[in-house]
């Protein structure tokens, strides 16, 4: 020991310039902060770019256009990546220039990488990096071969194939526009090489920039050695300069994703209708029916379904839950647990084993416990459903005075009934039932009826004499001469309720 071997072990630093305007985007939001599948365009870069290199690489991110957008979301995704910024964007080669005139102590390989071309695999850059230190060069740059090269840098090449330089494709000639290996935009670097051609930049071109690409002809020039390594994905070399480029990039990734989960034993019934964040997880056996988008920090158990028609994200859908026509943010939905079909679950919405929640509900911060259904037509919001207990049909949990909210408790085994309102902050015991169409204002101990409705009176007759001659009239005087004269006016009906009829539909009532 006490060898110290971290002089011998070439260090790597990232570079991601990040500081162009993407003009074609025609947006408020910079270019490489747009959305795709889960993250960002640059996010995909770095993850991909970190994930190649290993964590020890310093990043260096180059900002400018929108710089307090793009250093607000590296703080989020990448905390420890450091920012330079290019205060006019003068072309790639001056934001590389930027950071070797703010960093002493460049060695090593440096990997520079645009970023704008978010599908670039960990594996390719890996091999990137690699080709470049096995060879010893000063530059190894990664190329494709593309079908369509427009608008990229083309790879020229001399008569025994070795790189001579990259000419973009506004300063090309039609021979050179002919060619179809380009330049991905990503290279490595000798530190030292680098840093003395970046010197020697000019800006006699089209755009009157310093291109970063003429670095490779001045070190071939100089007989330095400078190789090409070839993407073996020519979609992992795709730009995206305007959204119409964006939403081909999204289909690519959606495809690549969704190949990925069903080689993994995941069912997904319409690939081109399923829509998987790269940050999601799903079980073996899980399958995802037509039309389904799971976003963000979701994951999907085992033997799971969901969809058709859903949305679910930053959730968790525990094994063999089944999840139909939904809407689900930030929830917990527990092995076996059934949402929908139309249910709507907001944040904190956590359902255990085999809960219920069905048709037409909306859920926000509720415990719904073991095997408790709501199934039709409610309102759950702030409250705790206790195991086994039963909501009855159109409930409203009235959380909200107007300035707070309040919780309401529901015990264990517990049924509610129909078209309730529980005006919280109340409590309903273990074993309670409530009477149909009752508000709950007060709480009900364990194993009590509550009732807390008008009791119903009818008054007889009503319609024949206030609506003589309508309809409902005929129809009332035909029914009393079959049935012969009727009991006391203003009679009301026995009260509390006591049928189990009056406490509504029950959960497996299907
Ligand atoms: C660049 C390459 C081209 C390559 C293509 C791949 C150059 C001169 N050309 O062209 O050979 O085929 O990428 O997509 O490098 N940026 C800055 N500061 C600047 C200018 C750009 O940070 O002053 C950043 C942009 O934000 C972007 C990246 O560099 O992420 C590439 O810039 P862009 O203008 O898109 O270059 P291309 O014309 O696509
Ligand atoms: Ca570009």
Known sequence: MGVDQADSIPSRTLIVLAAGEGKRMKSALPKVLHPLLGRTVLGHVLTAARQGLGADCQVMV???????QVRGHLAEIAPDARSVVQAEQRGTGHAVRMVTESVDDLRGSVVVVNGDFPLVRPATLVGLVEAHEAAGAAATILTAQVPNPSGMGRILRGATGAVQRIVEERDA???????????????????ASLRQMLGKLGSDNDQGEEYLTDVVGLLVADGYPVQAHQAVDPTEVLGCNDRAELAV???VLRDRINLEWM????SIIDPATTWIDVTVTLGRDAVVEPNTHLRGATSVGEGAV???DTTIADSVVADGAVVVRAHVLGAEIGPQAQVGPYAYLRPDSRLAAKAKVGTFVETKKAEIGAGAKV??????????????????????FVNYDGVNKHRTTIGSHARTGADNMFVAPVSVGDGAYTAAGSIIT????????????APQRNVDDWVPRKRPGTASAEAAMAAKAVDGPEATVDSEVSHPATT??????RSDEE
Do not use: K, M
């Not at 180059?62 to 307090?68: I, T």
């Not at 080689?263 to 995941?266: A, I, L, N, P, T």
């Not at 189990?500 to 539909?505: C, H, L």
């Open 62 to 68: 180059v900002v400018g256009h929108g710089a307090d």
């Open 173 to 191: 000639t039609a021979d050179e526009r002919a060619i179809r290996e380009i330049n991905a935009g990503a290279y490595v670097f000798d530190a």
């Open 249 to 251: 990039l999204r289909a």
């Open 263 to 266: 080689r993994s034993g995941v």
């Open 306 to 308: 969901v969809g058709p």
């Open 375 to 396: 199934p039709h037509l409610s309102y759950v919001g702030d409250a705790t459903i206790g195991e086994g207990t039963n909501i009855g049909a159109a409930t409203v």
């Open 442 to 453: 007060r709480d009900v101990p364990a194993g009590a009826l509550g009732v807390g409705r």
């Open 500 to 505: 189990s009829a009056e406490v509504g539909p």
